[in-house]
């Protein structure tokens, strides 16, 4: 699938090891994948400078908020974090991406070797698409397209169609939709979602 | 010849991995492991391997630190066993990973003793892991080059 090669993972984990794993399990599904040890040089390589602030954005579309124009070199289509980390844990990063205006698309996945449930559902409600126990297997990572997926259909299509796809997909209002779709969370999608998590838990 | 010799070295590295299940030494993680091996990565496991135990010597030698303190700070020692616990189960080192787990709960209970205890017993884990390795090693190494001869 050709469309696949295009998609960029960025891997952010502390631990050297399952650096290595992450970075074979996402190359194995066919992804191209860069990999950091830390949270802070997760959001340099995204553009996000904590002190600066945004000085590159990692969307193609140019909104009429932007001061600047992209110079994107390298985009990523999902972030998939461990969550204890030294300094920036995983859920901190998760919450600068989703509170910054040019990175709150991204969709952003959290691993961890813990499953505690409270810790699952404060993931989910910052916006995480996902949360993965380690270790994390190749099964798991087919978990992730479709996020990736769901994130180009929405950048490349005009606004008229969004919401056209949108109302396909679930039966809700227009108000609804527009709302979803301007946080970039889809606040019902999480519900359910939740529900699956603690039943498995 | 040298087919039979491959043959042979590697039913002898799939019986003594097979070794490593059945005493718990190694669970299902590292079967994992050796399938994300392929030809574009023949090397793999053997990488994962020695990142493993290099970190993992470093963090050993950290808790032995730690552990010679008279005041023992259990809160570092809790992070370093954290981080061990996490690469044994990234690998598969099931043993490994449960004396990690006994070491966090002595240090949760802040017992220095039983922390020395549970810290022994993940050297002793730890060194019978990796001389276990290091013999897969050498028999991955001896099959590569035979199968290098060949060509």
């Not at chain 1, 920036?88 to 813990?114: A, F, H, Q, R, W």
């Amino acid at each position: 699938m050709a469309a696949d090669s295009e998609f960029h993972v960025l891997a952010v984990d502390d631990s050297i090891i399952d650096r290595k794993l992450i970075e074979r399990l996402l190359k194995t599904s066919s992804f191209q994948v860069t990999t950091v040890d830390s949270g802070s040089k997760a959001l340099e390589f995204l553009g996000l400078h904590e002190d600066d602030g945004i000085i590159n954005t990692n969307t193609p579309s140019v909104s009429p908020n932007n001061h600047q124009w992209c110079l994107q070199e390298v985009e990523v289509n999902l972030v998939i974090t461990d969550y204890c980390m030294p300094g920036m844990t995983g859920y901190d990063l998760l919450k600068k991406i989703k509170e910054s205006s040019s990175l709150k698309n991204i969709p952003v996945v959290i691993m961890s070797s813990e499953n505690v449930p409270s810790r699952i559902s404060r993931c989910l409600e910052e916006g995480a698409e996902e949360f993965l126990l380690k270790p994390v297997r190749l099964s798991d990572l087919n978990k992730l397209r479709p996020h990736m997926l769901k994130t180009k259909i929405k950048d490349h299509q005009e606004p008229e169609k969004q919401d056209k796809e949108e109302k396909q997909q679930q039966p809700q209002s227009n108000n609804n939709n527009r709302k979803a779709m301007e946080e970039g969370i889809s606040t019902e999608k999480i519900r359910p979602r939740l529900n699956g998590i603690t039943a498995m838990v | 010849m040298n087919q039979m010799a491959i043959a042979a070295l590697k039913n002898q590295y799939k019986s003594f991995v097979q070794s490593m299940f059945d005493e718990g030494v190694l669970d299902n993680q590292f079967s994992q492991l050796q399938d994300l091996q392929d030809s574009s990565n023949p090397n793999f496991v053997d990488e994962v391997i020695t990142l493993f135990c290099n970190d993992a010597e470093r963090i050993i030698t950290e808790m032995n630190r730690y552990l010679n303190y008279q005041n023992v700070d259990f809160s570092k020692l809790d992070s370093h066993v954290h981080q061990l616990k996490g690469s044994s189960s990234s690998i598969g080192a099931h043993r490994l990973k449960l004396a990690c787990v006994n070491l966090r709960q002595a240090s949760y209970e802040r017992n220095k003793e039983e922390c020395v205890e549970a810290f022994n017993s993940i050297r002793h884990e730890y060194c019978l892991l990796r001389s276990k390795f290091q013999f897969l090693m050498q028999i991955e190494r001896r099959i590569v080059a035979l199968e290098n001869n060949q060509q």
